[in-house]
Nanobody, 123 residues
């Protein structure tokens, strides 16, 4: 089992930036794809970004392309989501997730979820 711990959420004005971090309790092949989902009240859950920590391949939702950037540390146990040019519609609970390579490459469901961190963007 892999535990995921998020940090870095908060409140910011539109146009501002936040950086989320997610640390996994260990590196395994079942968690070498890391990423972020988000869900706003009354809206469907959205897959925001993923990174395959073995080779660094990334994918982004169209809604965040050019504004968000996902990366990971050399130990491949921490993923970061740099969020710039934030908009009020980015307001949501952001969940760190991790899964196998198929989660990254084939859009499979993640195997592990964090508890979530709130991001609020005011206009």
């Amino acid at each position: 089992q892999v535990q995921l711990t998020e940090s870095g959420g908060g409140s910011v004005q539109a146009g501002g930036s936040l950086r989320l971090s997610c640390t996994a309790s260990k590196y395994t092949t079942t968690s070498n794809c890391m990423g972020w989902f988000r869900q706003a009240p009354g809206k469907e859950r959205e897959r925001v970004a993923t990174i395959y920590t073995r080779r660094g391949g990334t994918l982004y939702a169209d809604s965040v392309k050019g504004r968000f950037s996902i990366s990971h540390d050399t130990a491949r146990t921490t993923a970061y989501l740099q969020m710039d040019a934030l908009k009020p519609e980015d307001t949501a609970t952001y969940y760190c997730v991790a899964g196998t390579h198929e989660f990254c490459a084939l859009n499979h469901a993640p195997s592990f979820w964090g508890r979530g961190t709130q991001v609020t963007v005011s206009s």
